[in-house]
Structures are given as structure tokens and as C-alpha cells.
């Protein structure tokens, strides 16, 4: 069993900074690739930022670019993403998701096996 937990969520007023973190524990592997995903009411899940395991390579959602930097302590199976400027529209349930992708860009929500219970995020107008 592999556990994804997330942590971090919150209200916070548009323009404000939020950090999100996310571990995995159990039969996990050093070597997955972690990405987090929201997903707004009634829309459908989005992808908002990925990391490939030892940290090199990172991808983001164009809504995301340039406000969010996503990293990853590479010591153990856990992944960051600051969230800076943030918009009501960045309002959702954020999700960590890990899994050992190779080939694709990790942008993709069915390439994830693990995915945590989510944390609310709100950004309030």
C-alpha cells in the first residue's frame, strides 16, 4: 500500500501565498514521479504542476506559470508547490499524485496510481 498525504490548504485573499506539501509513505518508491492536480466544482480535474524524481525536470500548467515553483526533497518521497499571486480562480481541491512515469510528460491524471484525499484551497475575491 502506498499512502499520499497532503497538507497546507487554506483560505487566503487574492494576491496572498499559500504552500502545499505532499509525502508518500508505504510501498513507495524513491523513484516516483509526484504532480499535483485541482479540481474546482463542476469542472473537471486539472493538472497544476509535476516533478520527475530526482527533481530536473518540472512542468506546470499555463495557468500556473510563474506564480507556483514546484520541488522536491529528494532525501525522501515528498513534493512542495508555493503558490504565490493567488487568484479566486485557483480555488479548488488540490491533489497530490505519485507514480512512476516514464516516457509521457507526468501531465496527465491517468498516469498516477496514488493520488492523497486532497486539501482545499480558497481564494477569496
Known amino acids: 500500500q502506498v499512502q499520499v498525504v497532503e497538507s497546507g490548504g487554506g483560505l487566503v485573499q487574492t494576491g496572498g501565498s499559500l504552500r502545499l506539501s505532499c509525502a508518500a509513505s508505504?510501498?513507495?518508491?524513491?523513484?516516483?514521479?509526484l504532480g499535483w492536480f485541482r479540481q474546482a466544482p463542476g469542472k473537471d480535474r486539472q493538472f497544476v504542476a509535476a516533478?520527475?524524481?530526482?527533481?530536473?525536470?518540472?512542468y506546470y500548467g499555463d495557468s500556473v506559470k510563474g506564480r507556483f515553483t514546484i520541488s522536491r526533497d529528494t532525501t525522501k518521497i515528498a513534493v512542495y508547490l508555493p503558490m504565490n499571486s493567488l487568484k479566486p480562480d485557483d480555488t479548488g481541491v488540490y491533489y497530490c499524485?505519485?507514480?512512476?512515469?516514464?516516457?509521457?510528460?507526468?501531465?496527465?491524471?491517468?498516469?498516477?496510481?496514488?493520488w492523497g484525499q486532497g486539501t482545499q484551497v480558497t481564494v477569496s475575491s
Open positions: 499524485a505519485a507514480d512512476l512515469v516514464w516516457g509521457p510528460a507526468p501531465t496527465q491524471a491517468d498516469l498516477y496510481a496514488y
Open positions: 508505504g510501498r513507495s518508491s524513491s523513484m516516483y514521479t
Open positions: 516533478i520527475n524524481w530526482n527533481g530536473r525536470n518540472t
